[in-house]
């Protein structure tokens, strides 16, 4: 099979929508105060310093560890911190909708509070079936998730033989790609989503071993962001799951 040299994936910058979801859930909230639809979430000030911190961070890789190309997502956090994280490198980028988040359905904007008060079938549906099977009404499972993602691959794979790429996206993909990439099973998968909370700005990579495979070279990583003083965050994703 084709394979990539090396490849990447860069979770936005803190958003706007980051900060609203943790402070609704702290503060036992139904509700998370939103005001863009999903894919018009900014960067908060945070997220755009991280995505600065970012570009630093790409600019000072030799030539030859530099990604060949980007793909971002079309979701404006992503978007916009791929375009700070990018400028002033020449690499091109393109945008998928396959790196998009993953759509909740009936549960957008709401809490783990909020999902199990308003929507209590849902709740048990979910506990009954799993995190990785579960589909809300209108939304997406983690298994369609995988699916648009495993496309993805497959198509760089064969556009990118031999080359270097970076992504964009959001904390479920980073961790659905190291299932893809990785070949994890459905429990190795759900134990890393209980063990981490993927931080924005965080640096996901593989790199091609002497037989051509992809290998883990590190995961959720914030070294570029510690190393020149920004401030590192964790909020989970605008859309809380219930437990």
């Known amino acids: 099979m084709a394979e990539l040299a090396a490849l990447w994936i860069v979770r936005h910058g803190e958003s706007t929508a980051n900060v609203a979801a943790s402070t609704a859930e702290a503060n036992g909230a139904e509700l998370i105060d939103l005001t863009h639809r999903d894919a018009d979430v900014p960067l908060s000030d945070t997220g755009e310093e991280q995505a600065r911190a970012t570009a630093r961070w790409l600019a000072g890789l030799p030539q030859r560890h530099r990604p060949d190309v980007a793909v971002v997502s ?98 479920a993909l980073v961790f659905l790609l190291r299932y893809l990439v990785e070949g994890l099973t459905e429990a190795e998968l759900m134990g890393l989503t209980r063990e981490h909370v993927i931080a924005n700005c965080s640096v996901t990579g593989w790199s091609a071993d ?15 962001l510690h190393a020149q003083g920004t401030p590192p965050t964790t909020e989970d994703e605008i859309h809380a799951e219930p437990v």
Do not use: C, M
Not at 210 to 224: E, K, Q
């Open 74 to 171: 079309p979701y404006r956090r992503a978007a916009r911190t791929a375009e700070l994280a990018l400028a002033g490198t020449g690499i091109p980028a393109s945008v998928d909708e396959r790196l998009r988040d993953r759509e909740l359905g009936i549960l957008d904007g709401l809490t783990g509070r909020g999902v199990a008060h308003r929507f209590p079938e849902e709740a048990a549906r979910r506990q009954r079936l799993g995190k990785f099977y579960y589909r809300p009404p209108g939304g997406e499972s983690w298994t369609d998730v995988a699916l648009r993602l495993r496309t993805l691959l497959g198509d760089l794979r064969r556009d990118h033989e031999g080359r270097r790429v970076l992504l964009f996206g959001h904390d």
């Open 210 to 224: 002497a037989g051509g495979r992809l290998v883990p070279d590190i995961f959720n990583d914030v070294t570029h």
